[in-house]
């Protein structure tokens, strides 16, 4: 399997730019794909091939990917942003790896 | 727009099998990547296994105790998990997967089952 590292927590301000990490050994070589989870609710997806964003998502919410460590990177932090943020990677040798999940917490 | 929904019984009792059913609307199930995943409580997401243009592949350290089908007239996907224990206990996603050229995400989720492994 594929390790892929992320902090268990990030706090902002509104307003402020929040950034979210995802660790993992030549991650820059690889896709990552990342997903929103609101409480009690199923992932949803924000940005995709490192740098995609499905319709419907804010240009607010962009990425970059090198070496060993990619980045959400939230600007102009709004409440309806506080959620989890989960990191995905696929590759045909691990598979599908997931990050352990951030909790993006509005202050 | 696609929509899935995970239905079956909440509760099961150790060593028993864990039977779900993913049931999609909006779009065909045909030519699409279509998984299961699981979420523990306070955990991260762990895939468990897709099925693929008529194949299965699995998570290797669920594979010996999952299998999935897809009745295509039916428009659903099931997973089966057998000899469930509490680690077994989490949230269910069955989920929708984007195959490119050189990466998998998931663009649709069903809002997700869970499942208690208790006697």
């Known amino acids: 399997s594929y390790a892929l590292t992320q902090p268990p927590s990030v706090s902002v301000a509104p307003g402020e730019t929040a950034r979210i990490t995802c660790g993992g050994y030549?991650?820059?070589?690889?896709?990552v794909h990342w997903y929103q989870q609101r409480p009690g609710q199923a992932p949803l997806l924000v940005m995709y091939y490192d740098s995609d964003r499905p319709s419907g998502i804010p240009e607010r919410f962009s990425t970059s990917n090198s070496g060993t460590m990619a980045t959400l990177t939230i600007s102009r932090v709004e409440v309806e942003d506080e959620a989890d943020y989960h990191c995905h990677v696929w590759d045909s040798n691990n598979g599908h790896s997931f990050g352990g999940g951030t909790r993006l917490t509005v202050l | 727009q696609v929509q899935l929904q995970e239905s079956g019984p909440g509760l099961v009792k150790p060593s028993e099998t864990l039977s779900l059913i993913c049931t999609v609307s909006g779009d065909s199930i045909s030519s699409y990547y279509w998984s299961w995943l699981r979420q523990s409580v306070g955990r991260g997401l762990e895939w468990i296994g897709r099925?693929?243009?008529?194949?299965?592949k699995f998570n290797p350290s669920l594979k010996s105790r999952v299998n999935m089908s897809v009745d295509t007239s039916q428009k659903q996907f099931s997973l089966k998990l057998s000899s469930v224990t509490a680690a077994d206990t989490a949230v269910y996603y069955c989920?929708?997967?984007?195959?490119?050229?050189?990466?998998?995400?998931?663009?649709?989720w069903g809002q997700g089952k869970l499942v208690t492994v208790s006697s």
């Open positions: 030549d991650i820059g070589s690889k896709r």
């Open positions: 099925f693929y243009t008529g194949n299965t």
């Open positions: 989920a929708r997967g984007i195959v490119g050229r050189t990466s998998i995400y998931f663009d649709s």
